[in-house]
């Protein structure tokens, strides 16, 4: 997938660069905590990925947003 690809289907931008296109919320099945689920679409393989929300949505100790939405 090239670049322009990616960002017709991306919702968000890390920090590294990467373009990623956010599923949805799930649920831990035995903690209940919030997961996000999302796609890496560019520059490597594309894959699904889960990670805690308060992670997904925060910021590195430096204060940088590590997933802006687009």
């Given amino acids: 997938m090239t ?16 373009l990623y296109r956010v599923i949805g919320t799930a649920k831990h099945s035995e903690t209940l905590e919030p ?22 949505h925060g910021r590195l100790e430096d204060g940088t947003v590590r997933f802006q939405p687009l």
């Fill in 3 to 18: 670049e322009t690809e990616a960002l017709a289907l991306a919702t968000h931008r890390h920090y590294k660069g990467g």
């Fill in 35 to 56: 997961l996000v689920v999302y796609e890496h679409l560019w520059p490597h393989e594309r894959g699904l990925w889960v990670r805690p929300a308060d992670m997904f």
